[in-house]
Nanobody, 125 residues
Framework: QLQLVESGGGLVQPGGSLRLSCAAS????????IGWFRQAPGKEREGVSC????????MYANSVKGRFTISRDSAKNTVYLQMNSLRPEDTAVYYC??????????????????WGQGTQVTVSS
């Protein structure tokens, strides 16, 4: 059974950093493109970042470009999202998803069928 589990969320002050993890069980993450998405209360789920199946290609939403970094650790079967210079508007539930997709479609929710349960990120003073 394919399962994705996010972790690393929490409460952080503006300007702070968090690293989210997306760990997989039941399948090898390297075979899939991985997307990070977020959903704030009352808003639609939006794409944040994605990484290709071999990790050679990444993509970021304009709102996080230069602040967030997506990466893979094949040995740990995990994908990370390093989030720096966090802002209150980054507050949301963050989800990872696995699928067979490529840029630029990899920031689109419809490209993915396997999703994690989400982890809450709150940026507040």
């Amino acid at each position: 059974q394919l399962q994705l589990v996010e972790s690393g969320g929490g409460l952080v002050q503006p300007g702070g950093s968090l690293r989210l993890s997306c760990a997989a069980s039941g399948f090898t993450l390297d075979h899939y493109a991985i997307g990070w998405f977020r959903q704030a209360p009352g808003k639609e789920r939006e794409g944040v970042s994605c990484i290709s199946s071999r990790g050679g290609s990444t993509m970021y939403a304009n709102s996080v470009k230069g602040r967030f970094t997506i990466s893979r650790d094949s040995a740990k079967n995990t994908v990370y999202l390093q989030m720096n210079s966090l802002r209150p508007e980054d507050t949301a539930v963050y989800y990872c998803a696995a699928g067979f997709t490529v840029r630029p479609m990899c920031l689109t929710t419809g490209e993915y069928r396997n999703w994690g349960q989400g982890t809450q990120v709150t940026v507040s003073s």
